[in-house]
């Protein structure tokens, strides 16, 4: 009996992916462990492995499709003694396209609109009563024989729903109707309001603003209701990838979601730089390089991770109904991907047991694979916190966006010679500026502060991270 191939779910969280390459032909001989695709999730490229033996009859999903969704069928394998050619004729039927590919072939018959003018009707004679359900303020209307603004999918909307668009008051650029009026309008009428209304106005408490706070409009709608804002000819479409789309997602949830405070220390990092260059002036060589190369950044991931553990009770993440109490500091450094196309998370695990040149290495492989979307799921997932540093571009301060569950994330700014005083006398330091980020329903202001206490007083005397 021939068996079918389904799109795996790579991750906790995947819906869809990315076929991305096929690594076996049709008529291919599989065997248990053959890796026969590469997928590409919203966070990594990953290989997929054959489960059963056999012969790979069919592909249904071609190299190249985006967005398949998870237990799709896309390819069907011929056991011993069957006929590959009749189980190729009758394997699931291939979605010719890929969804994003149909959708993008459909969209046009969607969204184009019929050239045809804007119908104006007189204006109906006043209703002996007004309907119980209709809404207790109409927007006046558009005078008689008046042209009605509004933008072709709002158009098609409004046909569709059975809604008048002169009874529509448009939110867009000069009063013009946009896809989310319709939306926010009544289905089936909000019909055209009598000439006569204007004598009995509605009371004012009762007069929605459906401008000011539209329903939620889905991507399609909002997208046409932004391009009015711009000449066409003027701007360049630019569909958002799997990870962009899921950064999105998140970084949305978490700015509705967690309430956030922030906490910022200047850290004095004069007597770090020279530890750091005696430490790598002192690397043993292997194959005629040195074993390690420690960074700023190296010392900020370790003197995070033992300031979690002077402060265990900061060393927790959101559960919904309760928190998840961590014993190791997983940390989390932030990765940009090149050209602008996202972030990723690799986790140091078990960090405060770890030595600076185990950190680095570390560090260095997992930026090296992230930059190339290698990483499994398992090296970016969970963690205790998480670690943003823009100080290599110049930034002297910020605040950034906790990724839930973690309850802080800690931003990291630029080294740079400020004056300060020390014992009543002006000097020259070199000062980090570092910002946590706290969820408050995790912890309060003074656990926050305990918090980035114990890492700037790691941070200033680093000889106590080699002890």
């Known amino acids: 009996m021939s068996i079918e191939i389904l799109m795996p779910a790579l991750s906790p ?6 076929l991305a390459k096929w690594l076996k032909k049709e008529g291919d001989k599989v065997a248990p462990g053959d890796v026969i695709a590469e997928i590409e999730t919203d966070k990594a490229t990953m290989e997929v492995e054959a489960i059963d033996e056999g012969t790979l009859a069919k592909i249904v999903v071609p190299e190249g499709t985006a967005d398949v969704p998870v237990n799709q069928l ?50 109906a004679p006043a209703p002996a009563a007004p ?23 709002a158009r098609r909307l409004a046909k569709e729903k059975g809604v008048d668009l002169a009874s529509v008051k448009g939110s867009g650029p000069h009063g ?63 569909p958002l990838d799997a990870m962009r789309r899921v950064i999105a997602q998140r970084m949305t949830e978490a700015r509705q979601t967690v309430p956030t405070f922030y906490l910022t220390v200047d850290c004095d990092v004069d007597a770090l730089l020279k530890l750091r ?11 005629g390089k040195p074993a390690y190369k420690l960074s700023v950044n190296d010392f900020v991931i370790k003197a995070y991770a033992l300031a979690f553990q002077q402060v265990p009770d900061a060393n927790m993440v959101w559960g919904g109904d309760r928190y998840l109490k961590l014993k190791h500091s997983d940390i989390g450094v932030a990765v940009a ?51 943003s540093n823009l100080g290599m571009f110049g930034i002297k301060d910020f605040t950034a966006i906790i990724n839930p569950p973690h309850a802080t994330i800690l931003a990291v700014g630029a080294s740079e010679q400020r004056a300060v005083v020390k014992k009543g006398e002006l000097a020259v330091a070199t000062v980090m500026t570092v910002t946590i980020s706290c969820d408050h329903r995790v912890m309060d202001g003074a656990m926050g502060a305990q918090l980035i206490g114990a890492f700037k007083a790691i941070i200033e005397k680093p000889m106590s991270m080699l002890v």
């Open 74 to 123: 896309i390819a069907v394998l011929a056991t011993e003694g069957e006929d590959v050619k009749a189980v190729a004729a009758g394997g699931g039927a291939a979605p010719a396209k890929a969804p994003a590919e149909a959708a993008k072939t459909e969209a046009p018959k969607t969204e184009a609109p019929k050239a045809e003018p804007p119908k104006v009707e007189a204006a």
């Open 131 to 153: 309907s119980a359900s209709a809404p207790a303020a109409v927007p006046a209307p558009a005078a008689s024989g008046e042209r009605v603004f509004a933008s072709p999918l």
């Open 13 to 18: 969280t995947m819906e869809k992916g990315n």
């Open 337 to 387: 991907i090149d050209g602008g196309k996202g972030l990723l998370t690799p986790i140091i695990r078990k960090a405060e047991t770890k030595t600076l040149s185990a950190i680095s290495n570390e560090t260095r492989d997992f930026a090296a694979r992230a930059r190339n979307k290698k990483l499994m799921p398992h090296e970016y997932q969970g963690g205790s916190s998480a670690i």
């Open 277 to 287: 260059e005696e430490l790598n002036k002192a690397a043993p060589e292997r194959d």
């Open 176 to 238: 013009r109707v946009v896809a989310a009026d319709v939306e926010a309008a009544p289905a089936g009428g909000a019909a055209k309001a009598p000439a006569t209304a204007a004598a009995a106005p509605a009371p004012a408490a009762a007069a929605p603003a459906p401008a000011a706070a539209p329903a939620p409009v889905s991507n399609s709608a909002l997208l046409e209701q932004v391009k009015t804002f711009y000449e066409a000819g003027t701007y360049e479409e630019v």
